[in-house]
């Protein structure tokens, strides 16, 4: 009886609201993210999006990788600031992507449809570019979206300091 106490102290520690805010912290999805408008001008449209943006190296290395879903006009931005060579793969990604390096004037340089989940295998346009987007899976050609065609993000309706949170190429 002597340990009844201690048991019952036990039991209401571990039913705890305090419980579930320690799993959030080390679950990756848990973290919040940038997000800001996009929009990809094809030949016949203006295709809308909402993204996520990856700004640290440490969002950039976890990417979309264990998501289970990503919405039709969301996705995530990788904006490489100065430009680079950048090579992206799907270790870790549950869902196909597609990915669009973007040049520094805001065309499309390369586009991988519908990456494979769980593949090792790089990806890169091969040249250095202003950012990569990622998609769901086959999103790019359900719109039309493809090389040569436009992207611009953040804020273009006002003149706003240079931003990786602000592409508004020519």
Not at 77 to 103: G, V
Request: hydrophobic content about 40%.
């Amino acid at each position: 009886m002597k340990c009844l106490p201690l048991i019952l102290a036990t039991l209401l520690t571990a039913c705890s609201q305090g419980a579930p805010k320690a799993e959030n912290t080390t679950n990756p999805a848990a973290a919040r993210q940038t997000t800001l408008p996009l929009t990809i001008r094809t030949a016949k449209a203006t295709h809308r999006f909402t993204v996520e943006v990856a700004l640290t190296e440490k969002q950039q290395e976890q990417g979309l990788m264990f998501r289970k879903l990503l919405a039709p006009d969301g996705g995530m931005l990788f904006p490489m600031d100065p430009p680079r060579t950048a090579s992206f793969w799907m270790k870790n990604t549950l869902i196909p992507l597609d990915m669009l390096f973007i040049h520094t004037d805001g065309s499309i340089a390369f586009l991988k449809a519908s990456a494979a989940p769980y593949s090792r295998e790089p990806v890169s346009a091969g040249i250095p570019v202003a950012a990569v987007l990622e998609l769901r899976g086959g999103r790019a050609a359900e719109l039309g979206i493809g090389e040569g065609d436009h992207v611009q993000w953040g804020d273009c309706t006002a003149s706003a300091p240079a931003s990786p949170l602000n592409f508004c190429p020519g």
